[in-house]
């Protein structure tokens, strides 16, 4: 069986966070924006993946027709034991566009689709090839969007927790911010904090002991660059709570980097930013081996989500996050919604388990 064509497909999709706002830059993001990656075969056989967007959907569909797509074509789809040579020669062809970034994301949606492959040839899920489940669902927390307001904070909080979420995560950056999401949802609730890396380390230092008795379980990303790992393991020294870093990683050499540095508590790796399933798998050995958490950056509704279910049901504990949002439409029906529990089930179809919804692209999608 070979590839025949990749596609890329610029789906957006409205939302609603209520008071929360998110910023990119100088650029509101009013909509999901999503890059779902179309890999088809002369077996009739499709296999779907997903290309970080946000704020570059174009770029990164170009990125996957241009990088992507004479790369896989004419080549023979490789069973899961072959995936990964396929992906290492892959990123070899295309290293001197970078191993960061854009060029991984693309990389990360064709790998995404060849498992989703792997697993319809051989007519099991997903979780089945990579070791097997040992969750049936996953235990989701809510990802608030960045509020600003504590009062707002508080009440957003408490709407989390009676719609069954048990853990919550901002994205604020002030201690009051923190302090009244606290409050707002009491002592035995799990609280992340994601700062999208604005400080340098001796303001992160400071901001991580002033946090201290809302006893947050980590800080996530304090630090400016991202990548300057010795800072971020220095904040964890001294600031003395746990952090978690990693959406902004790509491939198992930087968070080897990172955890060779000490600068993690809790591994983030993205499968539509990392390099895919097969990074991922990766980068949760080697998290096993340096005593990390894994707690996978996963705020998206396209293929990823679904490899992201698939790849925390094989393991023994660990959260998947989710947007905090109401949306008109998506790709999977209600099978990724959120339970009264605050658990998300895990796909049981062969390989990722669910196949878009057509006409729910076609009506979202952006020529």
């Not at 904040?235 to 003395?240: D, H, I, M, P, T």
């Not at 790709?331 to 796909?347: C, E, F, K, Y």
Request: one cysteine or more.
């Amino acid at each position: 069986m070979k590839i025949t064509d990749v596609r890329a497909h610029h789906i957006r999709i409205p939302y609603d966070a209520g008071p929360a706002s998110f910023r990119q830059g100088a650029s509101a993001i009013s909509a999901l924006d999503m890059v779902l990656v179309e890999v088809s075969t002369d077996a009739g056989l499709t296999g779907w993946g997903d290309a970080f967007a946000y704020v570059s959907p174009k770029t990164n569909s170009m990125a996957v027709t241009e990088m992507i797509a004479p790369q896989a074509r004419g080549l023979e789809v490789p069973d899961a034991a072959g995936i990964p040579a396929v992906m290492e020669q892959i990123q070899r062809n295309l290293h001197l566009f970078g191993r960061y970034g854009i060029t991984m994301f693309a990389i990360s949606a064709l790998d995404i689709a060849l498992w989703d492959l792997a697993g319809k040839v051989k007519g099991v899920p997903l979780h089945q090839l990579i070791g097997g489940a040992k969750r049936s669902k996953i235990p989701a927390y809510a990802s608030l969007l960045r509020i600003g307001t504590p009062q707002h904070i508080a009440s957003e909080c408490k709407r989390a927790i009676k719609l069954g979420y048990s853990a919550i995560k901002l994205h604020e950056t002030t201690v009051p911010a923190v302090t009244a999401a606290r409050e707002a949802i009491g002592p035995g609730v799990p609280l992340m904090v994601d700062m999208n890396c604005p400080l340098d380390g001796p303001a992160a230092i400071q901001f991580a002991r002033d946090c201290k008795q809302a006893a947050p379980m980590f800080l996530e990303e304090p630090v400016w660059p991202p990548e300057d790992f010795a800072t971020l393991a220095e904040v964890r020294k001294e600031g003395r709570l746990d952090i978690a870093a990693g959406e902004n990683a790509c491939t198992v050499h930087q968070f080897r980097q990172m955890m060779n540095a000490g600068a993690v508590s809790h591994a983030q790796p993205s499968v539509i930013k990392v390099g895919g399933v097969t990074e991922f798998l990766k980068v949760a050995v080697l998290a096993d081996e340096f005593g990390v958490q894994v707690i996978p950056h996963s705020p998206y509704f396209g293929p990823g989500f679904l490899a992201t279910l698939h790849l925390m049901a094989v393991r023994d504990a660990g959260m998947i996050e989710v947007f905090f949002m109401t949306r008109p439409a998506c790709l999977w029906g209600n099978r990724i919604d959120v339970d009264a529990s605050g658990h998300v089930a895990v796909p049981q179809g062969p390989g990722l388990g669910y196949e878009p919804d057509r006409d729910v692209m076609e009506k979202y999608r952006v020529a």
